[in-house]
Nanobody, 124 residues
Framework: QVQLVELGGGLVQAGGSLRLTCVAS????????MGWFRQAPGKEREFLAA????????VHADSVKGRFTISKHNAQNTVYLQMTSLEREDTAVYFC?????????????????WGQGTQVTVSS
């Protein structure tokens, strides 16, 4: 059973940085892609970034490109989301997800497994 656990959320001031960690277990993940999404109150879940487990091919949403960076550590089954220049609008619950329907995907529908989420709050 695939399990994903997000770590690293919290309260940060605007302009600050935060690194989220997703620890994956329950599978070999070699043919998976991993993604980060977020959901703010009253809004739909938003794609942020994704990365393929083996080759490290990655994509980022235009809305966070240049500020957020996805990376991975294969040996530790860990995926990271480095966030910089945080803004109040980045306040949301952040989710890690895993899928293998395609090579990589920006759509939440293409991810079969989800973590419980971690809250990120950016204060002004």
């Amino acid at each position: 059973q695939v399990q994903l656990v997000e770590l690293g959320g919290g309260l940060v001031q605007a302009g600050g940085s935060l690194r989220l960690t997703c620890v994956a277990s329950g599978s070999t993940f070699a043919d998976y892609y991993m993604g980060w999404f977020r959901q703010a109150p009253g809004k739909e879940r938003e794609f942020l970034a994704a990365i393929t487990w083996t080759a490290g091919v990655n994509v980022h949403a235009d809305s966070v490109k240049g500020r957020f960076t996805i990376s991975k550590h294969n040996a530790q089954n860990t995926v990271y989301l480095q966030m910089t220049s945080l803004e109040r609008e980045d306040t949301a619950v952040y989710f890690c997800a895993a899928g293998r329907r395609y090579l990589i995907s920006r759509s939440a529908n293409d991810y079969a497994y989800w973590g419980q989420g971690t809250q990120v709050t950016v204060s002004s």
